[in-house]
């Protein structure tokens, strides 16, 4: 099976290029981040979001799984309920980074992520895929942008849905989460030595997906 890693800070843009990749090239894509978001939602609605020991008791009864519709969108089930559509907020994308610290979660849905992998073409990103997920992935790709570009592009999207933001909130949201990601004990955000660098700040969102695809099919034997 061909096993692509994309890796790379929040707002990059991994998921919208990866998704896009993954439909080009024929793969399954896994968006890995919105496992942690649903971890985070579930903790969130049991008021336990400040409590880590809470959050790894909450897992005994947690069930989380991914499901794919016939033209590859991915769908996050948690505990039989589709939550794809509530887990995109500012306060999940925090409180994702918050969950993604504790190693149990990790552990939790480690197992999910790598059988995935094992029976199917992906195209995988999050934040330690080429590190630990799946450290035998070909190739690695390390997805950034600047936080002035990232912020800059989030938002724009937020003002499209209506949401009252500046843009100084969004970009100390932005290096906020790259602080937390890049600082944590487990897995944190940073490139593999064998990881292809890949910086998107200068291109538009159809110059990135091409180059991603490019990179991919240049490295795929």
Do not use: W
């Not at 919208?16 to 990749?21: D, E, P, R, V, Y």
């Not at 790259?178 to 944590?184: A, K």
């Amino acid at each position: 099976m061909i096993n692509v890693a994309i890796d790379g800070p929040a707002g990059a843009g991994k998921s919208t290029i990866a998704k896009a990749a993954a439909k080009e090239l024929g793969f399954i894509y896994v968006d890995t981040g919105a496992l942690y978001r649903t971890i985070a939602l579930n903790s969130i609605r049991n008021h336990a979001l400040d409590d880590n020991e809470k959050i790894i008791a909450l897992l005994e009864s947690t069930d989380v799984k991914l499901g794919f519709a016939e033209d590859g969108t991915q769908c996050v089930f948690l505990n039989d309920e589709d939550v794809s559509s509530l887990i995109r907020t500012p306060e999940i994308s925090m409180g994702a980074s918050k969950v993604s610290a504790i190693p149990q979660v990790r552990e939790f849905l480690l197992s999910l992520q790598r059988d995935i992998a094992k029976n199917n073409n992906v195209i995988m990103d999050g934040r330690d895929i080429a590190s630990v997920i799946l450290p035998n992935a070909n190739p690695k790709i390390f997805l950034f942008a600047s936080p002035e570009c990232r912020a800059e592009r989030r938002y724009k999207e937020l003002i499209e849905k209506g949401e009252y933001v500046t843009y100084e909130e969004v970009l100390a949201d932005v290096n906020q989460r790259d602080y937390q990601d890049s600082h944590r004990e487990i897995a944190p955000l940073k490139p593999t030595e064998d990881s292809i660098l890949a910086d998107t700040s200068k291109l538009t969102l159809e110059e990135s997906i091409n180059f991603i695809i490019d990179i991919i099919k240049e490295n795929v034997q």
